[in-house]
């Protein structure tokens, strides 16, 4: 095969990153617990292999032999590719490693620095990005759709109010909707659920309608370093809302909005992801749950909030609250809960791969006996949901929002 001449730029990784890769004692205890190794065993995705395969390329690129080599050995570097984007950055492996290498944000940075050098990330990952760019959505939808879901839910009896502009409506809470409930018919009713509780729950706040723009975390996961500037771009335009607090229901804005645009800028606002906000309201008595939920249910950490973020008790505050409800934990919890596969690009890279892993969580919530399983997070509720189609599970699915939403009165009724 024939070498490759594209150079890895380095200077954007940190000493810290570089010493990481030495930091690896290659005890493979990683391999133990990585979702995805535990579906395909295949050693390129391990960290310890991932780590070792780019010190193989680095040292082709920029070492003593690689004055008298023509570029990167072909296999080792497909090898290592391969086990760089087959990867749902669940960070799973940081928790194990006993060298606590920060390994997601090594992966991350490493994605930045080969997307930088053409010589990734997967092609369905590059176009997923170049439309993420274009279009401003994952959806390739035009972004005056971005209202349809308030008007098809208001015709249709499913939004029971018509929530206000921040834009037009000063008030001191936005609520970020996300692209997935927004675009996703699948998903938006959780958008619509959101609504229907805060107004019920007597919550000022207000949405961006057409004005919210991606938090663009896809971009910052597969590498593309267009992720700083559009992330600046959203940070100036939030801070000069002048609302105080922002609440997102989803996961993977989430984690973008709280520990990735920290590092691109500061932002003038309290973040908080929905399950922590019920938590307040519930607290403050705002919100009460007065219809009971029968039956057991068990709780799906997503990694973006869990792993990634220490959030753990809110949500699970949240479900001790509704009556009639019974929470049968999984065996594999909170800094131990098993990935779904959706994220890190691993969806748009390898989709087999990502529902297969759906599929291996589904069978974990099984295994508890419960007829329900919920998580806050719309994008591991779609991936879910796909799981159980995929595996004929009797486990019903639903979005912790639509749980809240029954328990108030105002959601459709939730059948195990
Ligand atoms: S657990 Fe950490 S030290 Fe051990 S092989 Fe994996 S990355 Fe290396
Ligand atoms: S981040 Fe998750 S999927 Fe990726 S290597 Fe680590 S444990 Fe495996």
Redesign the pocket.
Known sequence: MKKNNNQIPLEKLSPRRLMCLDACTRCGE?KN?????SLTENEK???RTKIKNFKSVLKAQNGFLGMFKSGIDPDTLADFLTGLYE???????HFVCPSRID??ELWEDVREAIYRSGLGPMPEQRTFCENLVKYGNPFKKDQSARTDWIETGLQDGTLLYRPELITENKASVLLFIGCTATFDEKVSRIAKHTVNILSRAGVEFGVLGTEENCCYGKLRRMGDPSFKQLAGQNIEKLNSLGFDTLVSACAGCFKTLNADYPKVGQQKYKIYHLSEYLDILIQQGKIKFEVPVEGKITYHDPCLLGRHNNIYEAPRRVIAAIPGLELIEMERTRQFSR?CGVGGGLKIANHDLQEAASVRRIRDAEETGAEFLTTPCPTCFSGLSGGALKAESHLKVVHMAELAARSMGIGPAVKG
């Not at 990867?87 to 492996?93: A, L, R």
């Open positions: 990683c617990w990585c979702p995805v190794y995705v391990t960290p990867c749902s950055c669940c960070n799973q492996c390994t997601v990935c």
